[in-house]
């Protein structure tokens, strides 16, 4: 039974592109979390989706960020004209159901040159 | 909200000692993580805990509900124990699946 597979694992990017980071969750969890770490800072909810819901989306930036869970394939965040200050480390994590127990999946390291 | 203090921010141990990293939180909780982060910045899941007492290894955490207290224990700690050591507990109503987290502990081990 893999992980939580994240990829890409690095992305760098420039400013005004767009980032599309994806996670797919172990098998047999519909519920995921998505996690933004930036520089010397620590782990920041972002949003809680399960299957074609989004659950919780209190910790999103208001403008740029939008994430989905299909019905199949993985889970995408997704940063529309980036800038510097979205050069974070970004973790995705899933669970079989709501509730506190998560595995974390390995990252994504996104650089805005 | 769910407020999480860690202490210490930073901890630099000799290799054999037993060290202590105390989490409080704020709100009740039906559940704590504590989670490592790896140098390369990769997290484990060490426990998730929601009474007492768990051990793996040279790991032990326990929690105290009551005193909304949590400590991760290593015994006879490592160089390799090298990490950012995070508490994390659920968000809002205290059983919410997203979690709010620590700062961290920064663990460095001299052999």
């Known amino acids: 039974n893999a992980g939580v597979m994240q990829n890409p694992r690095h992305l760098v990017r420039r400013r005004g592109q767009e980032a599309r980071l994806r996670c797919s969750p172990m098998k047999g969890h519909s519920h995921v979390y998505w996690y933004r770490q930036l520089p010397e800072e620590g782990l920041k909810f972002m949003v809680y989706l399960q299957k074609e819901n989004i659950i919780d989306e209190s910790g999103m930036p208001k403008e740029r960020f939008s994430a989905e869970f299909p019905k199949e394939g993985p889970s995408i965040l997704r940063i529309q004209q980036v800038v510097r200050g979205d050069s974070a480390a970004y973790f995705c994590?899933?669970?079989?159901?709501?509730?506190?127990?998560?595995?974390f999946g390995p990252g994504t390291r996104l650089t805005v040159l | 909200k769910n407020e999480v203090e860690q202490s210490p921010q930073n901890l630099t141990a000799q290799e054999g000692e037993f060290i202590t990293i105390n989490c409080s939180y704020s709100?009740?909780?039906?559940?704590l993580h504590w989670l490592q982060q790896h140098p390369g910045g990769g997290i484990v899941s060490l426990f998730m805990?929601?009474?007492g007492k768990k051990k793996h290894g040279r790991l032990i955490a326990t929690i105290n509900i009551q005193e909304k207290h949590s400590s991760l224990h290593i015994t006879a700690s490592h160089p390799r124990d090298y990490a950012v050591y995070i508490c994390?507990?659920?968000?809002?109503?205290?059983?919410?699946?997203?979690?709010?987290f620590g700062k961290g502990t920064k663990l460095s081990v001299k052999p």
């Open positions: 994390a507990v659920p968000g809002r109503g205290g059983s919410q699946g997203n979690l709010i």
């Open positions: 805990l929601s009474s």
């Open positions: 994590a899933s669970s079989p159901q709501r509730g506190p127990e998560q595995f």
């Open positions: 709100v009740g909780i039906s559940a």
